[in-house]
């Protein structure tokens, strides 16, 4: 598929559910550019999410996080993939909304603990049980993350038919 998009598209959901592997693969089927915010975030501190958590908090990180986005939603037309808690700050939310196609990445509390468990580099799971963890934050964010315009379930299958889905969406919600 060529691309047609004129504007970002900001993948949001839980830690988990797939807005990097999703956004890669969009991205490429797009043919335009993939960023991850916590990688941008990283750059611009010089220092890991858990160093700055550990160092700085969560609010000084959601400080950073938030001012990174704005900056990658003010440049060019990419594939964006945020950080699990980004889309929670009102002021990420709207100008998301406002001025990318948002998409929320949605996935059974059960799918991401498996895919999370695969890894230990998240700061809001060291030594807590991961189900839980993420039961908690669904609660919380899942209505938030519902002020996407795009929902698409990022259930266990092929990355491509996720892929898919969201270009189906995006065709339907143009321009």
């Known amino acids: ?27 490429a089927r797009l ?11 990283e750059r611009a501190a010089g220092l890991s999410i858990a160093e700055m958590w550990e160092r ?5 990180f959601r400080d950073g996080e938030r001012r990174v986005i704005a900056r990658l939603i ?7 993939a945020t950080g699990g808690g980004a889309f929670n700050d009102p002021a990420t939310r709207a100008l998301g909304n406002e001025r990318c196609h948002t998409v929320w990445l949605d996935a059974d509390v059960a799918v991401l603990a498996e895919r999370v468990g695969r890894r230990n580099h ?9 189900g ?12 938030l ?9 990022s259930a266990p299958q ?18």
């Open 1 to 27: 598929m060529c691309s047609a998009v004129t504007r970002p598209i900001l993948l949001v959901g839980l830690m988990g559910a797939g807005k990097s592997t999703i956004g890669r693969r969009l991205a």
């Open 31 to 41: 043919r335009i550019p993939f960023v991850d915010s916590d990688e941008e975030v």
């Open 56 to 60: 700085y908090g969560e609010e000084s």
């Open 74 to 80: 003010a440049g060019p037309p990419r594939v964006i």
């Open 122 to 130: 998240r700061p809001l799971l060291h030594g807590r049980d991961a």
């Open 132 to 143: 839980q963890v993420l039961a908690d934050l669904a609660e919380r964010r899942n209505p």
């Open 145 to 153: 993350y519902a002020e996407a315009a795009i929902h698409i379930r």
């Open 158 to 175: 092929p990355h491509e038919a996720t892929v898919d889905a969201i270009l189906l969406r995006l065709q339907e919600a143009r321009p």
